[in-house]
């Protein structure tokens, strides 16, 4: 539980937000099949990469982590080298959608059979979704219980590449798939409806497959072969552009605020965020752009502005998938009618965001209507907003959402689990406190 004040004072300084999740995981992934010793600096020691570490290491590669430094070293087996503790070998991938969805596709043609599971949230996520394509590819992966969740009984099988037509943009599935085809004989394609984050295409190409990814009329094409060995190299994870959404948008609301975030990773699969920021009127800066490794980071400046609803929605809903819940508070103190639209995915989260969003927003005084694939929501046209008892569901992202909105709020607010926000950001309340 944690109790957020309602703020007055700006917000100033520095912030240096924890690495990229997404780019974490990954890094620990495929360095376990890349042959040689990965580097790792930047690392996002939350529970949900963790987990991705904990189940390489079952899967015999030795990984070591320092948490306070971000370093992390994998001393990789190469593409069939791993050696797992068991057989069948029980994998636990705690909250980690990433982690199950796409070590799925790294399993599926070892071996050796593999058991996975994660927690509560992870047993009702759908998992058809890399059953299916998977299967396609030769793979013998069932749900456990049947209803197509975790946990998932993967029996190691040879794959065949096939063109898989997905019906939602999932880099999730989409890497999973990839992962597969470097195993799997001929050529494996994905084509997805609008392009989502593409880091593995990136990581992959870093440690030496052969990837191609180009655009036709029918989507984004992800291509990747039969790939003899992955080579290590070192890699640098910029900053998470989804943790910095947080306090992009606190200094956006605070009057006053002028905040500095430091090596934000901005590849433009996931930038959506400060692109729809700004349209709503947020005063963001881009300090110059460098590369860190095969990702893309920058410094921004945020500044407080006064914001106004838009209209989220159609291919840019992938690049912010998970900035809804705090672009919906953003909302929420702006001036008129925002709609979020395309986003039907929102329900397959950690939770279903249309719902807990649409309960944090009513809770707060938000004039809110969920629909079918986003939602309504009446800015408040600075009236503040309502402090107030929030239940996170246990989902990271909601807490850190509405504790950003409780410092626009009048009073006092409650946020139920504030532990929750260990699986992408443990030091969120620390640094939110620093400015
Ligand atoms: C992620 C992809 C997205 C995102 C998730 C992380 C990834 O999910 O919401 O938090 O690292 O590949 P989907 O692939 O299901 O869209």
């Known amino acids: 539980m944690r109790t957020i004040l309602?703020?007055?004072?700006?917000?100033?300084?520095?912030?240096?937000?924890?690495?990229?999740?997404?780019?974490?995981?990954?890094?620990?992934?495929?360095?376990?099949?890349?042959?040689?010793?990965?580097?790792?600096?930047?690392?996002?020691?939350?529970?949900?990469?963790?987990?991705?570490?904990?189940?390489?290491?079952?899967l015999g590669v030795e990984i070591s982590v320092n948490e306070q430094e971000g370093k992390v070293t994998v001393c990789g087996r190469g593409l069939r080298g791993l050696r797992p503790a068991s057989d069948p070998v029980?994998?636990?991938?705690?909250?980690?959608?990433?982690?199950?969805?796409?070590?799925?596709g790294?399993?599926?043609?070892?071996?050796?059979?593999?058991?996975?599971s994660g927690d509560a949230s992870i047993a009702t996520r759908p998992m058809r979704r890399i059953m299916q394509p998977l299967s396609q590819m030769g793979a013998h992966i069932e749900s456990v219980n049947g209803n197509d969740c975790a946990p998932l009984r993967i029996e190691g099988r040879d794959l065949h590449g096939i063109t898989y037509h997905s019906p939602v943009?999932?880099?999730?599935?989409?890497?999973?798939?990839l992962c597969a085809g470097l195993y799997a004989e001929g050529v494996t394609e994905v084509v997805e409806p609008s392009l989502s984050r593409d880091h593995t295409e990136r990581m992959l190409r870093a440690f030496g497959a052969e990837i191609d990814s180009f655009?036709?009329?029918?989507?984004?094409h992800a291509r990747t072969k039969t790939c003899p060995e992955l080579e290590?190299?070192?890699?640098?994870?910029?900053?998470?552009?989804?943790?910095?959404?947080?306090?992009?948008?606190?200094?956006?609301?605070?009057?006053?605020?002028?905040?500095?975030?430091?090596g934000v990773g901005i590849n433009p699969t996931r930038a959506g965020m400060i692109e729809v920021a700004q349209s709503m009127g947020a005063d963001i800066s881009i300090l110059g752009i460098r590369r860190d490794s095969a990702e893309p980071a920058t410094d921004l400046l945020v500044r407080?502005?006064?914001?106004?609803?838009?209209?989220?929605?159609?291919?840019?809903?992938?690049?912010?998938?998970?900035?809804?819940?705090?672009?919906?508070?953003?909302?929420?103190?702006?001036?008129?009618?925002?709609?979020?639209?395309?986003?039907?995915?929102?329900?397959?989260?950690?939770?279903d965001r249309i719902d807990t969003i649409t309960k944090g927003l009513s809770a707060i005084g938000c004039s809110v209507v969920p629909e079918n694939d986003?939602?309504?929501?009446?800015?408040?046209?600075?009236?503040?907003?309502?402090?107030?008892?929030?239940?996170?569901y246990g989902d990271h992202r909601i807490a850190m959402a509405f504790s950003v909105a409780a410092l626009a709020a009048r009073g006092e607010t409650v946020i139920d689990d504030e532990h929750c926000v260990d699986v992408s950001y443990p030091g969120f309340y620390r640094d939110l406190d620093s400015l």
């Open 6 to 58: 309602s703020r007055s004072a700006p917000l100033r300084g520095e912030i240096t937000v924890p690495g990229d999740k997404s780019v974490s995981h990954r890094a620990v992934m495929l360095g376990s099949i890349a042959k040689g010793t990965t580097e790792i600096t930047g690392f996002l020691s939350g529970a949900d990469c963790l987990s991705t570490v904990d189940c390489f290491r079952r």
């Open 90 to 104: 029980n994998l636990y991938t705690g909250n980690s959608g990433t982690t199950t969805r796409i070590i799925s």
């Open 106 to 116: 790294i399993l599926a043609p070892q071996p050796f059979t593999s058991v996975i």
């Open 169 to 177: 943009a999932s880099a999730q599935v989409k890497s999973s798939i």
């Open 215 to 220: 655009e036709e009329k029918d989507g984004w």
């Open 232 to 262: 290590a190299r070192r890699i640098h994870v910029p900053g998470d552009i989804s943790s910095a959404a947080y306090f992009i948008a606190a200094a956006s609301l605070i009057p006053g605020s002028e905040i500095l975030i430091r």
């Open 304 to 351: 407080y502005a006064p914001l106004h609803g838009v209209t989220i929605g159609g291919s840019v809903i992938p690049a912010l998938i998970d900035e809804i819940p705090v672009l919906a508070v953003m909302a929420a103190c702006a001036e008129g009618t925002t709609y979020i639209k395309d986003a039907a995915e929102l329900k397959f989260k950690e939770t």
């Open 374 to 392: 986003g939602m309504i929501i009446e800015g408040n046209s600075g009236a503040p907003l309502t402090g107030s008892a929030i239940k996170t």
